[in-house]
């Protein structure tokens, strides 16, 4: 069976401890993926540490060009690399080449370091005295990843690190470890040096041995909110800066002047589209007043025409779920949500078939005390709650404890500007369902679908992986006289 290995310094290394890799559409393992311990994550910081010294050193020229190249091979290898992702993770062909692509954004405005590290210069700030300001990289770099995009998230982090003069350590998703491989493969290929970006595959252990490790400076990390939060603790309590993006729960809004017809098409491509496996996916409606039923019928016909089935075949506009027991999961939240008393509209878990497939399911008449509510489900479910004003469901999202993304649906501008200005919430979608900021702004949401100061990627990217130095300097010509008091400007 295929071994999918570590990439250290260069090289693949394996390893005696192994987890299986399924392809969920059948539901089979198709390879098998090296699990690090202490040692294998010694190994990798140590190269990284190594590296960090002359890759600090390259000009910026240098590390733009290795951008640029990089980017030409992400483009080339589209298509290997969606088709990894589409066999490991299961979603269709064309969702996984979006993910690469929006992926790349951020190779490209890694590319622009020149003007993004141009520090502030201040020409005679007292007599004789100038003062500038830059900022410069921190060192060994890790980025822990989930699963749900194999290649798009961890390229939220390593381009931005390794472009600022850091090297990086990336633990993926030991369900979908394939792409990264390749990433490490294209990486070398573009001239990136030895050492200066590693993948160490693993589980839990090498991600306490990444958060406790002496030598990394600095943790990124995506995944679910109790995780997040136990990575944001932990990495702190060793003194590294830490950055921990969380799970979510994200609400759709739809007021009753809202086009119902686009509003249905929209939410539902967002609320199924991955299988519901997105941490910007639609998972609750919130109807407003009358939009309520026309949009509830709406929903229903469109969710039961979802053509559910392989990623790789042409037809499928919904792959499977992760694993199996994800599919389990999924399938005892819709049974617990009809207990409560929702009302299952469309009722997807019955499928059949090899793979870990679980149909749309759509549930109405939720209320917040349902766990079907509360909880992420992260799977194909979108239940629909009612609100009386636009007042109510404002604070319906605002009393969520996640606050990634959100959209409103309407054709008043007054409406959506006090809906963007008040909702606690990170991404806001105005008739956009998936509210994902470019590879320029920075991603991020707030309360517990973050933890941490800064947001990935953009310029809170840029900020997030260098530390800032002020310097103030002087050229004297004359002995001056220095005075014991407090310096001020002259
Ligand atoms: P996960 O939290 O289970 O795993 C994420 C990473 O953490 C993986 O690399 C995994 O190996 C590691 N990990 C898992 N359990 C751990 C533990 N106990 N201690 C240390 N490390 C551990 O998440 P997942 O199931 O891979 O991904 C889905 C979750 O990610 C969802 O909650 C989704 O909302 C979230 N997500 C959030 C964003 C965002 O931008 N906020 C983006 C993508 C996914």
Not at 196 to 207: C, E, L, S, T
Request: glycine share 12%; hydrophobic share 45%.
């Amino acid at each position: 069976m295929r071994t999918i290995e570590h990439w250290i310094n260069g090289e693949r290394v394996g390893g005696d401890r192994l987890a299986p890799v399924y392809d969920p559409a059948t539901g089979e393992r198709q390879a098998q993926v090296v699990l690090a311990d202490g040692t294998g994550v010694d190994l990798a910081v140590a190269a990284a540490a190594k590296a960090f010294g002359d890759w600090s050193q390259s000009s910026l020229t240098q590390r733009a060009r290795i951008m640029f190249k990089f980017r030409e091979l992400l483009e080339r290898h589209e298509d290997e690399l969606a088709r990894i992702i589409t066999s490991e993770h299961g979603k269709v062909l064309d969702d996984a080449r979006g993910e690469v692509v929006r992926g790349r954004e951020v190779v490209e405005f890694a590319c622009g370091i020149g003007q993004l590290l141009k520090g502030e210069f201040s020409d005679q700030v007292s007599g004789g005295v100038d003062a500038y300001s830059f900022r410069q990289p921190l060192g060994v770099c890790a980025g822990i990843t989930p699963f749900n995009f194999p290649v798009m998230v961890p390229l939220w982090m390593h381009p931005i690190a390794i472009a600022t003069g850091n090297t990086f350590v990336l633990k993926p998703s030991e369900r979908v470890p394939g792409a990264s491989a390749l990433i490490a493969e294209l990486y070398a290929e573009a001239g990136l040096p030895p050492g200066v970006f590693n993948v160490v595959n693993g589980d839990k252990a090498a991600v306490d041995a990444l958060l406790e490790h002496p030598d990394v400076a600095a943790v990124s990390f995506v995944g679910s909110t109790p995780v997040a939060s136990h990575i944001h603790e932990r990495a702190s309590a060793f003194g590294k800066r830490v950055q921990a993006l969380g799970g979510a729960k994200n609400h759709a809004v739809v007021l009753p002047d809202a086009d119902l017809d686009f509003a249905a098409d929209q939410i539902t491509a967002a609320a199924y589209g991955s299988a519901g496996q997105r941490c910007m996916a639609i998972s609750a409606v919130v109807a407003v007043g009358d939009a309520g039923d026309g949009l509830v019928d709406r929903l229903a016909e469109r969710a039961r025409r979802i053509r559910v089935g392989p990623g790789d075949r042409a037809d499928s506009e919904m792959g499977p779920v992760i694993t199996d027991e994800a599919r389990e999961r999924i399938r005892s939240y819709v049974a617990r949500g009809a207990a409560d008393g929702a009302v299952l509209l469309v009722d997807g878990r019955d499928l059949g078939g090899p793979g870990f497939f679980v149909g749309p399911c759509l549930l109405d008449g939720v209320t917040r005390e349902m766990d079907v509510y509360r909880d992420e489900i992260f799977g194909p479910v979108l239940v629909v709650l009612r609100a009386g004003s636009l007042d109510e469901a404002i604070a319906l999202v605002n009393a969520n404890p996640y606050g990634n993304g959100t959209a409103v649906f309407t054709r008043g501008g007054e409406a959506a500007r006090r809906f963007q200005r008040e909702v606690t919430v990170g991404m806001i979608g105005v008739n956009v369902p998936i509210p994902v900021p470019m590879a320029f702004h920075s991603f991020g949401g707030w309360k517990s679908s973050l933890f941490g100061d800064t947001h990935v990627h953009g310029p809170e990217g840029v900020r997030f992986y260098t530390r800032a130095k002020a310097v103030t300097t002087r050229w004297p010509q004359s002995r001056e006289t220095a005075s014991l008091s407090f310096p001020t400007a002259n």
